[in-house]
């Protein structure tokens, strides 16, 4: 090969004037390269540029007729051929394996404009600069790049937290520590402006301070508000105490750009065939009756019948768009509400869907103030692009290895009630909050407790004939129910619904809100093209219903004061409404009104067993929180639950709490609540069982009813009807609750540093963990430092030869000593014997 390639060198003219067999070998090269190539660049190994930087085609063959050939490049190693690799180390060249396919995964996204006088545009600017870093050595005693160490120093700022002047401080260190001619920069600014290639960037756009509008495309030149005239910017008095408008904006939206961020989830290869798992998974034996993903619902199934085009491509994409409002202070401080918005591509396997890397943050909201029904206002640029990407955007695919158009849709949102009235555009309180039933609502205002209650209003979801219809003393007194159920509108209805809606101009309100409908808004999702084929446009939230159910049940059982919905204004109203004499209010021995014990209150014995039950209760590790911190039993009461404590609480021991105490109607009761959110929270869900849930539902809703009293139904209770209907259309509920975007909103709190700059705390945040994520996937070394394992690994192995003591493992903390009784002793041979594969030949021979 190498006397072959002789002319590379000998060929090669100053002048010009190169040799034929100089010039084949200069195409034959060429052809190699960009024959491998997973981009439109590749590095130069002209002379000047010794494979350091990279160039287009056209580029890279005028280099080589100008300056020629870099020395001893007889076996083009960096362009596909397999000798004579350049590094021997196997982890270095590795490494720059990596680096070479993130780059090329790279090049695939960044469209490459004319090269005129050798002025590409920006953003490839940029990007060369990346390629650059990317061939440069950090110093000449290294083979690191300073791509390699830049983008592991951005990971451990991204992983740890660590502040902006932590990061200089161990730059500077690193820089005194290595030669004086490395070319690491200085501080976070140069290796921002350095890694600005990879393309993870925000846009701010200008708000007015009311929320009213957006200074954004043909609005960006203005400098006041169309709608309240207050100024864009901050307003400060000069000497003579006029207001003068600064350069400052008075309010800012962060808006990161989804375009680019879903186009890149298909320059890896691996994410690239993932996104394909949704078409072409296999079912793995589970049978058609299950569901373990939203591309098995109706939901998903709805978009694809209303554009074969989109459901033709396996890498079409739907998205779920979620919000949450939270505060970066603390609660003694002033109310500050900041709301994120992310988007969640569900094409994934169900074991990627929801990981960080692939939840990204779409906007962030500004404060202080909730933003209401202007919500919409903020929304605007993600639907403008949501329209974009349904008439479809040029996209590379490397699993292909080729163009392709890249179709986008939204198929649903997922927020707790108050964020869901916000993006629906209906007002979730009053008489009509349910957002489903919408007018069809039966709500009314208790008279002592003031709130509305759906007391008595399931029955009319039961089948016309059903014996509880006719009930007049299980519900209210003397009421027979003979209305027919309700019925949820569709995507048409409600988009014919706003058609017909007008503002009354005195309260700039919809005419008839409040007593006809609650719509507030618009939502600008109808402008969406496909909205008509929303089956399941908005989610209830289960993570927050779940929670609401079991605090109610838990604050009445334990009679938690400030909590329990069974008080002595609830007590007043079950005497008005029902027929239930041994509940109602009665005077006590000194006259004062006190409530009798009902049947689902435990003695004070029984709670206090209960609670030292809990409190000696253990979990497996990772399964749930220490429950017994907050059990109290000097109060009796139970402090400081979180959502997760009440979602194990209502699964799982609900009906082993109250068996014994309770009667078996009740106690069956609760079983039959705790075995419903079991499969409906389940990671698979089967549509036969969400069928009958769908029937079944209304009756226990209904036995709830007949034993709790009215001020219990409020609309948390009411929406259990509704949640079997959403498993069966949306499929399982691990992608349509609020569970991994309320651990979004922690990581991001944590991130907020500058309280006076909230908002590019987070936006800045986002960005260089986006920047981590994506470089962690090519480089291993990225982690700042490995993960401790939680178990400690012995250095001697296991001294016995059966399996069950084959796991390795040492001692966690000082050892003690125990004795062990006879009970004891049995449990533990028990397990022994039932966990030993060994055992098994015994096990069958005494069965049969």
């Known amino acids: 090969m190498g006397d072959n390639r002789k002319a590379m060198y000998e060929g090669w003219r100053k002048n010009g004037a190169h040799s034929r067999q100089w010039e084949a070998i200069c195409q034959d090269f060429l052809k190699q390269a960009f024959k491998v190539a997973r981009g439109p660049v590749m590095p130069c190994p002209c002379l000047d540029c010794k494979n350091n930087t990279y160039k287009t085609r056209h580029v890279m063959e005028e280099h080589l007729c100008k300056f020629g050939f870099m020395p001893d490049y007889l076996v083009w190693h960096m362009h596909g051929e397999k000798a004579h690799p350049r590094i021997s180390e196997p982890a270095q060249q590795n490494r720059d394996g990596m680096m070479m396919d993130m780059l090329n995964d790279l090049a695939m996204g960044v469209e490459f404009g004319p090269e005129e006088n050798n002025e590409p545009p920006p953003d490839v600017q940029e990007f060369y600069r990346l390629l650059e870093a990317g061939g440069e050595k950090l110093h000449d005693h290294t083979e690191n790049t300073v791509l390699d160490t830049v983008s592991r120093l951005m990971a451990i700022k991204s992983d740890h ?69 207050k100024s864009r910017y901050i307003q400060v008095k000069n000497e003579e105490g006029e207001n003068v408008d600064t350069t400052v904006a008075a309010k800012q939206l962060r808006y990161m750009p989804i375009i680019p961020r879903l186009k890149r989830l298909f320059l890896s290869m691996k994410i690239a065939k993932s996104m394909r798992w949704h078409k072409e998974r296999r079912c793995g034996g589970q049978g058609e009756d299950v569901m373990a993903h939203p591309a098995d619902g109706d939901a998903w199934k709805a978009l694809d019948e209303f554009d074969p085009e989109f459901a033709r491509d396996p890498r079409s994409v739907c998205l779920g768009l979620a919000t949450d409002g939270f505060t970066p202070f603390s609660t003694s401080a ?47 640029p993600l639907i403008e692009e949501l329209k974009q990407l349904w008439k479809a955007v040029k996209a590379c695919d490397s699993y292909a290895k080729k163009e392709f158009n890249l179709h986008v849709t939204y198929l649903w949102s997922v927020q707790d009630l108050l964020a869901y009235g916000n993006f629906a555009g209906w007002f979730v309180n009053g008489r009509l909050q349910c957002p489903i039933c919408m007018d069809d609502s039966d709500a009314y205002r208790l008279k002592n407790g003031g709130k509305y209650t759906f007391f008595d209003c399931t029955q009319r979801e039961l089948p016309p004939r059903h014996k509880l219809r006719q009930s007049t003393t299980a519900f209210r007194k003397g009421v027979k129910v003979s209305k027919l159920p309700s019925k949820r509108k569709t995507a048409k209805e409600i988009m014919a619904w706003h058609r017909c809606l007008k503002v009354d101009p005195s309260t700039k309100k919809f005419d008839g809100y409040g007593t006809l409908h609650n719509w507030t808004h618009i939502s600008l999702l109808w402008e969406l093209p496909y909205a008509e084929a929303l089956m399941l446009p908005h989610n209830i939230d289960l993570m927050h219903q779940e929670r609401n159910v079991a605090e109610s049940i838990i604050s009445m059982v334990f009679d938690v004061t400030e909590k329990s919905k069974d008080n002595i204004k609830a007590r007043k109203d079950l005497a008005l409404l029902c027929d239930r004499p041994n509940l109602e209010v009665r005077l006590n021995e000194k006259g004062k009104e006190c409530r009798p014990r009902a049947e689902y209150c435990p003695k004070p014995e029984e709670r206090k067993q209960i609670f030292e039950w809990l409190k000696a209760l253990k979990f497996p590790d990772r399964y749930a929180a220490n429950l017994k911190r907050a059990v109290n039993l000097k109060t009796g009461k139970l402090t400081g639950l979180k959502s997760h404590d009440y979602h194990i609480i209502m699964e799982r021991l609900l009906p082993v709490m109250f068996r014994g105490y309770f009667k078996d109607d009740l106690w069956r009761l609760l079983a039959e609540l705790s075995y419903f959110y079991r499969h409906i929270c389940a990671k698979t869900v089967s549509m036969s069982l969400m069928e009958k849930f ?63 700059r909230v908002e590019g705390c987070i936006a800045e945040a986002f960005a260089l963990k986006e920047m981590s994520h994506f470089t962690k996937k090519y480089f291993n070394k990225a982690d700042a430092a490995n993960q401790s394992k939680r178990v400690a690994v012995a250095d001697v192995g296991p001294q016995s030869d059966l399996k069950i003591f084959k796991s390795q493992g040492t001692t966690s903390g000082p050892s003690t000593v125990h004795h062990l ?18 055992m098994n030949k015994y096990f069958e021979y005494v069965i049969s």
């Open 694 to 756: 769908v029937r079944k539902i209304p009756v226990h809703v209904c036995k709830l009813e007949k034993v709790f009293p009215p001020g219990f139904m409020n609309v948390m209770q009411h929406l259990l009807i509704h949640l079997p209907w959403e498993a069966l259309v949306g499929g399982p509920v691990q992608c349509r609750w609020m569970y991994p975007i309320e651990r979004q909103l922690k990581k991001l709190r944590s991130t907020v540093r500058n309280k006076a």
């Open 161 to 229: 937290n660590i502040s902006n002047r932590c990061f200089n401080d161990i730059a500077k260190l690193v820089s005194d520590v290595i030669p004086s001619d490395h070319k690491l920069p200085k501080n976070l600014y140069y290796a921002k402006k350095m890694m600005a290639g990879l393309g993870m960037k925000y846009e701010k756009i200008d708000v007015c301070p009311s929320n009213c509008m957006l200074f954004w495309r043909e609005d960006d030149k203005l400098k006041t508000c169309r709608h309240c005239g």
């Open 821 to 838: 009784n006879e009970s004891e002793l049995n449990s533990f041979l028990l397990y022994m014997f039932s966990n030993m594969t060994e």
């Open 334 to 380: 002033s109310p500050y509400s900041c709301w994120p918005v992310f988007i969640m591509p569900y094409n994934l396997p169900p074991e990627m869907v929801l990981k960080d890397e692939f939840v990204f943050l779409a906007l962030v909201i500004p404060g202080p103030e909730h933003p209401g029904k202007n919500l919409n206002v903020f929304l605007r």
